[in-house]
């Protein structure tokens, strides 16, 4: 899903178990802490997973991409192996250094390739393997004026190749729009109303054919996370988004990225990583929770 790398780099990755929660009015949690002893190791703000959550592919804000197997048992993640972990190259085949870094979103097209979207300078672009340099789809004028930590976050494809991005920013009207790339071109698609002090983090399009957005909120006792979702179809949403998860106040780390794959028994999961800022009161954690149909 995600190209065969041409180098390989042997790591220690250590995955401490911490079993399963449930909040008030959750769905089963099963939430995971993942660490490395690495200093390139943390910030990671958006994940993909292969279609049997199987894999993994996340980015970090330093410029960091880490392909991982996942080792399951009775659906539980017991053992993560990292495939590949390397620095992102820009569109001249450069390691991505300063202000350029900082990808947020993660999203695969058709096997061939897989596109980011960046928060510092707000931009999209696409590579075919890890190690590929990347390649610039055209920079708006809506970006541009998107507020510099407050700008790209999420990105989502659907199977029409569409991207749709969306800043962690609420308009003047209370609403997120859409930012949808096709025909090779930039437009501003349907929008969503935000509500209860949450913004767009993570955003996928799940194996029913809806997209899903995952919100975050700065509470007082910590982070609050919730997944919600709506009917989709050509670049558009329509709907008022279920809420189909929310979290308790304080009980999960900086969740920023979410991908959606199916079992086969056909129940739904999403899976979610957290960004923990390189901060050492702060955790990599892999959230995994059962979506209601």
Known sequence: MFGNPRRWLA?????????????????????????????????????????????????????????ASLQREKGLITAIDVDYAGLLKDHKGRDLQGYWTDPE??????????????????????????????????????????PSNRSLEALAVDDDGRLIALAEHVDDSGRIPFFVWTDEA??????????????????????????YILERALRMVGFQSRLRRWDYADGAVSG?????????KGSHDNL??????????????????????????????????????
Request: proline share 6%.
């Open 11 to 67: 790591l220690c990755a250590a995955l401490l178990l911490c079993g399963s929660a449930t909040g008030a009015g959750e769905a089963p949690v099963r939430v995971f802490e993942w660490t490395i002893d690495a200093p390139w190791f943390g910030g990671f703000s958006g994940i993909e997973i292969s279609d049997d959550g199987a894999f993994i592919l996340t980015v970090g804000d330093r410029g960091v991409i880490l392909a």
């Open 105 to 146: 979103g993660i999203a695969a097209r058709d096997n061939s390739e897989f596109c980011l979207a960046f928060e510092g300078i707000a931009r999209v672009v696409c590579h075919e393997t890890p190690e590929t340099d990347a390649r610039m789809l055209p920079r708006p004028h809506a970006f541009r004026a998107l």
């Open 186 to 211: 930039w437009s501003i698609g349907s929008s969503v109303a935000a509500s209860d002090g949450y913004i767009p983090v993570g955003a996928d399009i799940g194996p029913d054919g809806r997209f």
């Open 240 to 248: 008022t988004g279920d809420i189909v998860w929310e979290s308790s």
């Open 256 to 293: 920023e990225g979410v991908a959606l794959w199916k079992k086969p028994s056909g129940q739904i999961w999403a899976t979610m990583i957290s960004d923990d800022n390189f901060r050492f009161f702060q955790r990599t954690e892999i959230v995994e929770i059962p979506v209601p149909d």
